[in-house]
């Protein structure tokens, strides 16, 4: 459930492990309360895409959100609305992932089979529309339309991210600024909403409310990037996802675009060679000799640092501190 990066600090101060741990649990029990269907073909692929529920981030970031906010030590602030929006939010997550991975026809999944590799592109597509809509089912429970309309916002920004995504693919002409907005959009947002959120349903005041949006905005579009590093340089059995799908689905991330920034007109043409070969251990090299994968770690680390210092305004304690370790993980991940 909670991986040992995220559980080490927590542990050092009990009663903020016990607010994280005992609200994660009561999040898997709203989630899986809110599958449970009536058919056991349904169910069964309810319990397949359990798996994907890996490191809990979003609920985490909710919950540790508010209770920094409000600069508690314990669970005090975490209310039923907290949860049941921290199992919306890693709902949404999940069917955003099964959605993706039809996209990218990838096979691996956080070490298990995708469900468009085990059941076809069609089961899949309506299996992520099917949590999509508990998502928002489950969000109705909180009582409260603000909070359906913010997740709406949401999920309309995260399929414009694809969208944009998808309208540049093959193009490596993309540019750093476009590439930052489809993070932004696709993985970021998402992750905002759930920081602001956790802190407005504490009571928290709009400086805090904005301050925690974009700790978890900036905080998300470094877990991004180094997404795409990972994509190109990890191993699938560490990371446990298939992996040099950008490569091979056209999509150019962050090291290739400062590649591409720095090269001579003969260089240039050289990668965009080895791009439409889909070479990528000519690729990987190209990108090590050049510095660029370090020099996109760096653009990573940077918004780290500008996540943490946008946490200045939320009160002091040990949930702000998690937090900022928390975005330091998010780049020092390796899976
Ligand atoms: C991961 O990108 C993808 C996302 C963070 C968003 C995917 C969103 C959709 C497919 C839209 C579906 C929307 C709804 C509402 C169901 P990636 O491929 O770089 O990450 P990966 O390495 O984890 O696959
Ligand atoms: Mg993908």
Redesign the pocket.
């Given at each position: 459930m909670v991986p040992p990066s995220i559980l080490s600090p927590v542990t050092r101060h009990a009663p903020l492990a016990a607010a994280i741990l005992g609200g994660l649990r009561d999040v898997e029990e709203i989630f899986a309360k809110q599958l449970r269907s009536d058919l056991p073909a349904v169910n069964e692929l309810a319990q397949h895409v359990e798996r994907y529920r890996g490191k809990m981030l979003r609920p985490t970031l909710l919950m540790l959100s508010g209770i920094a906010s409000v600069g508690a030590g314990d669970g005090a602030p975490i209310k039923k609305a907290h949860r049941i929006c921290a199992a919306v939010g890693e709902m949404?997550?999940m069917?955003?992932?099964?959605?993706?991975?039809?996209?990218?026809e990838?096979e691996t999944?956080r070490r298990g089979r995708t469900v468009n590799s085990l059941r076809g592109n069609e089961t899949a597509v309506m299996l992520?529309?099917w949590?999509?809509s508990n998502s928002f089912h489950l969000c109705s429970l909180v009582g409260d339309t603000a909070v359906n309309v913010l997740f709406g916002e949401t999920?309309n920004t995260?399929?414009e991210?694809?969208l944009l995504?998808l309208s540049r693919r093959e193009d490596p002409t993309l540019d750093e600024v476009t590439y930052m907005e489809i993070v932004r959009r696709?993985?970021a947002a998402?992750v905002a909403t759930c920081c602001s959120l956790g802190a407005r349903l504490s009571g928290a005041s709009d400086e805090v409310q904005t301050a925690l949006g974009l700790y978890g905005e900036r905080t998300g579009c470094a877990f991004?990037i180094q997404?795409?590093v990972?994509?190109l340089v990890g191993e699938e059995a560490v990371v446990g996802?298939?992996?040099g799908?950008?490569l091979e689905?056209g999509?150019t991330?962050l090291p290739v675009i400062l590649l591409l920034r720095g090269a001579s007109p003969w260089e240039r043409s050289e990668v965009l060679q080895i791009i439409h070969r889909r070479d990528g251990a000519a690729l990987l090299e190209r990108l090590r000799r050049s510095g660029c994968l370090d020099e996109a770690k760096a653009t990573a680390q940077s918004l780290v640092e500008s996540a943490k210092s946008a946490l200045d305004v939320v009160p002091e304690g040990p949930a702000r501190e998690l937090l900022r370790e928390l975005a330091d993980e998010a780049v020092r991940r390796q899976a």
């Open positions: 949404i997550h069917a955003t992932l099964v959605h993706d991975d039809v996209l990218d990838a999944r992520g529309d949590l999509i999920t995260l399929c991210g694809e995504q696709k993985t998402l991004q997404d795409d990972l994509d996802k298939t992996l799908r950008d689905k999509k991330t």
